[in-house]
């Protein structure tokens, strides 16, 4: 069974940063692709970065390109989300998934979610 727990999240000033953490269990962590992606309240979910299953490969939603950074300790079955220069607009719920479980930007096996509120 997959088992996805998301921490880290938290209230920060704009401009501020959040390193979040994705603990995977229940397969085979260091085979799969990772994802994280977000839902702001009232608004659909949106795509934030991919990491491939060796950590060599990511991509960025335009949205945060330049801004977070995307990683993952094979060792530790653990993908991080960094995320700094935060803005208003990056208030959501985070989750991580499987890359293989998402489909555009909806990922149907996903944790708890952590949430990021941005203010001042």
């Known amino acids: 069974e997959v088992h996805l727990v998301e921490s880290g999240g938290g209230l920060v000033q704009p401009g501020g940063s959040l390193r979040l953490s994705c603990a995977a269990s229940g397969f085979d962590f260091s085979n799969r692709a990772m994802n994280w992606v977000r839902q702001a309240p009232g608004k659909g979910w949106e795509f934030v970065a991919s990491i491939a299953s060796d950590g060599r490969s990511t991509r960025y939603a335009d949205s945060v390109k330049g801004r977070f950074t995307i990683s993952r300790d094979n060792g530790k079955n653990t993908v991080y989300l960094q995320m700094n220069s935060l803005k208003s607009e990056d208030t959501a719920l985070y989750y991580c998934?499987?890359?293989?479980?998402?489909?555009?930007?909806?990922?149907?096996?996903r944790g708890q979610g952590t949430q990021v509120t941005v203010s001042s």
């Open positions: 998934a499987r890359a293989i479980d998402c489909i555009s930007d909806y990922c149907r096996e």
